[in-house]
């Protein structure tokens, strides 16, 4: 029987830090990997909707799918009324559902696949909340000069959050803590 291994939620493909490997000396040293072209990107969005639409007619939901290629990973959005179900609470549902996605794209391709999916533009609300709460522990971390510690977030929210800080000048961010309960600490940056 041959082992086809599936990367798990553990390993994935979303983490806010760069992959990096092991050398002999324990340093670690950036891997080399190769982009996969658009047209590979493009294929897994298609396996991706193809997925999601065979759910939506299990559970009988009504809804455009949209699949396109974004940032360098494939996206698969869809739109309709009363889709709420399936972002559920906190989007706990959605993160659900684009894991499955992910594996149904894996099992065809063979590659973990780094799609988004997205569900009544849920992902796109949340970024700009997500980037309202970065920018306000920013400002509480330069008026005080003490670390801010966030609430547990996904991985898809921690990214959020790592994208708005990284982007400011006298703060850093780091994750610390194990999922469920991994969290973000922005602090002044150390000289």
């Known amino acids: 029987m041959t082992d086809t291994s599936i990367p798990s939620a553990d390993q994935s493909v979303d983490e806010e830090n760069s992959a990096s490997t092991e050398t002999g000396e324990g340093t670690p040293e950036p891997r080399e990997k190769k982009a996969p072209a658009d047209s590979d990107l493009f294929r897994?969005?298609?396996?991706?909707?193809d997925y999601v639409e065979g759910l939506l007619d299990i559970l009988?939901?009504?809804?455009?799918?949209?699949?396109?290629v974004s940032g360098g990973r494939p996206v698969v959005e869809v739109v309709g009324s009363r889709l709420q179900n399936l972002v559920g609470q906190r989007g706990a549902t959605l993160e659900a559902l684009q894991e499955?996605?992910?594996?149904a794209v894996f099992?065809?391709?063979?590659?973990p696949s780094r799609l988004l999916l997205d569900v009544?533009?849920?992902?796109?609300?949340?970024r700009k909340?997500?980037?309202?709460?970065?920018?306000?522990?920013?400002e509480k971390v330069k008026e005080h000069g003490e670390a801010v510690r966030l609430e547990p977030m996904s991985a898809f929210e921690r990214k959020c959050v790592?994208?708005?800080?990284?982007?400011?000048?006298?703060?850093?961010s780091e994750?610390?803590?194990?999922?469920?309960?991994?969290?973000i600490v922005v602090r002044p940056v150390s000289d």
């Open 44 to 49: 897994q969005s298609e396996i991706a909707a």
């Open 129 to 138: 909340e997500l980037a309202a709460v970065a920018k306000n522990a920013v």
């Open 120 to 126: 009544g533009g849920y992902r796109a609300a949340r």
């Open 100 to 103: 499955l996605t992910r594996l």
């Open 175 to 183: 994750s610390e803590g194990v999922e469920p309960n991994r969290r």
């Open 162 to 172: 790592h994208d708005v800080v990284n982007a400011m000048s006298g703060v850093e």
């Open 60 to 68: 009988d939901y009504d809804g455009d799918i949209d699949e396109l």
């Open 107 to 111: 099992r065809q391709t063979g590659t």
